[in-house]
């Protein structure tokens, strides 16, 4: 079964650190996601990554913080997250695309594939 298996997460406290990670079962992927989402609010993008070629993007709120690299031999993608700020607690959820012929990686509706969640905690 095509599932997305997510792990990290937790607790820290501004300026700590933690690392997401996210691989792809059963299933290859062409690009993979980091969206976040908290209570009232819409699941916002956070980073994306190309397996082809690595091509990566970041939201402007995390840039230079955030790095996203991947494994293509293993389907899966490590977020590293450094200097991290209250505004970045939330659940963030894995999103994966089979298909090619766009670049919407910012849209949630884009992606076929989601994790089941995983919540990060930034106490100030």
């Known amino acids: 079964q095509a599932q997305l298996i997510e792990s990290g997460g937790g607790s820290a406290h501004a300026g700590g650190s933690l690392t997401l990670a996210c691989a792809a079962s059963?299933?290859?992927?062409?690009?993979m996601g980091w969206f976040r989402q908290t209570p009232g609010q819409e699941r916002e993008f956070v980073s994306a990554?190309?397996?082809?070629?690595?091509?990566?993007y970041y939201a402007d709120s995390v840039q230079g913080r955030f790095t996203l690299s991947k494994d293509s031999s293993t389907n899966s993608m490590l977020l590293q997250m450094n200097d991290l700020k209250p505004e970045d607690t939330g659940v963030y959820y894995c999103?994966?695309?089979?298909?090619?012929?766009?670049?919407?990686?910012?849209?949630?509706?884009?992606?076929?594939?989601w994790g089941q969640g995983t919540q990060v905690t930034v106490a100030p």
């Open positions: 999103a994966a695309r089979v298909a090619l012929g766009s670049n919407n990686y910012k849209t949630p509706n884009w992606y076929q594939y």
């Open positions: 990554i190309w397996l082809i070629d690595g091509d990566r």
């Open positions: 059963s299933f290859s992927p062409s690009i």
